[in-house]
């Protein structure tokens, strides 16, 4: 099959960007032939051992029906790199990428804190240890270690698909300790390619599920939990709604049941001075805040470019 009978095809179908999405096709079907199929884990179930026409033919079957794009190549482009997705997981969206830049930005800032207080922590010691010889140096070295220890920053993305905002923060921290969970083993199974190989992953609900040995120990907690209000369906395209699990997408009659029990649960797992990042949509922010404050948090918001995506940062007041 040609380009140009692809883009024929596919512009018959209702795709606006029918020569982009020609050419992510062709490019992929050639490629997946090329490997074996477990280079991608939405080609696990498709037989890429055959002609690259075949696996085409399949792929625009799929895109003409209606799967998203993303699920059928087996990847996104977010925050400038590529992220595994699978069939039925969300796929990440782009205006994600204001909280994975605000996740940067406190990550850095823990670290920052941290080295800082080592550094005035070992100035302490120091003096402590040429003062004390004998006995208190053993005990100098331990503190000095539970030092060293303390100076790494445990990030949580918590509803984290398949690890957006994790890969990207791995990615521009190195050293961070990343953890992600999701109550889905299929995105945690995607999120497992993208976060790298030292990251740590929970099959949660919420954050119901984390090791206890964890409490009180993240420095930053980002999340997109799902927020769209039940009775928006109707307005979500149907790649969404068809394509992605609905567990995934909504959060109750004004869409921030998920959101409440994040803001309620964090609270065990914040370490001090600890931040929560929540993405939602601007005209659920109002609420959002009040609740936020009413349990305690200091509440600030970033309203993204496109006018509609906000993030609630949200501190402890002690
Ligand atoms: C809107 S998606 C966001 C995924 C990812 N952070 C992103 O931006 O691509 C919400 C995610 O929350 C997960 N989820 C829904 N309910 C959950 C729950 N009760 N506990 C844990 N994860 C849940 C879904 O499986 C889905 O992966």
Redesign the pocket.
């Known amino acids: 099959m040609d380009r140009s009978t692809v883009v024929a095809r596919l512009r018959q179908a209702g795709c606006v960007f029918a020569e982009e999405e020609a050419d992510i096709l062709l490019a992929a079907a050639k490629d997946s032939c090329k490997h074996e199929a477990t280079h991608s884990c939405a080609h696990e179930a498709a037989s890429c051992h055959g002609a690259p026409s075949e696996l085409l033919g399949e792929f625009l079957a799929r895109r003409v029906a209606g799967e998203p794009l993303e699920q059928i190549v087996g990847w996104v482009e977010f925050a400038g790199q590529r992220i595994a997705v699978a069939p039925g997981?969300?796929v990440?969206?782009q205006r994600?990428a204001l909280l994975a830049q605000q996740s940067i930005l406190a990550v850095q800032a823990a670290k920052s804190a941290k080295s800082a207080e080592a550094a005035r922590v070992a100035e302490a010691l120091k003096s402590a240890e040429a003062a004390n010889l004998g006995e208190a140096a053993k005990s100098v070295q331990v503190a000095k270690s539970a030092n060293r220890g303390d100076k790494e920053v445990r990030f949580l993305?918590a509803?984290?698909?398949?690890g957006?905002?994790a890969a990207t923060v791995s990615r521009a921290v190195p050293g961070t300790r990343i953890h992600l969970?999701?109550?889905?083993e299929t995105?945690l199974d995607c999120a497992r390619m993208n976060a790298g190989p030292q990251a740590h992953f929970d099959l949660?609900?919420?954050l119901t599920g984390l090791p206890e040995t964890l409490t009180g120990g993240f420095d930053v907690i980002s999340?997109?939990?799902?927020y769209v209000p039940d009775s928006a369906a109707e307005f979500l395209p149907h790649e969404a709604v068809d394509y992605e699990?609905q567990?995934?997408?909504f959060g109750g009659a004004d869409g921030l049941d998920?959101i409440r029990r994040l803001i309620c649960e964090s609270c065990k797992w914040m370490a001090p001075g600890g931040v929560v990042l929540i993405e939602l949509g601007s005209d659920q922010q109002h609420t959002a805040v009040e609740f936020a404050t009413a349990k305690g948090f200091a509440v600030s918001s970033i309203l993204g470019e496109d006018g509609q995506t906000v993030v609630l940062e949200l501190r402890s007041r002690d």
């Open positions: 997981v969300f990440p969206r994600t993305e509803f984290c698909g398949v957006p905002v969970g999701d109550h889905d995105a949660l609900d919420c999340a997109v939990p799902p699990a567990t995934a997408l998920l």
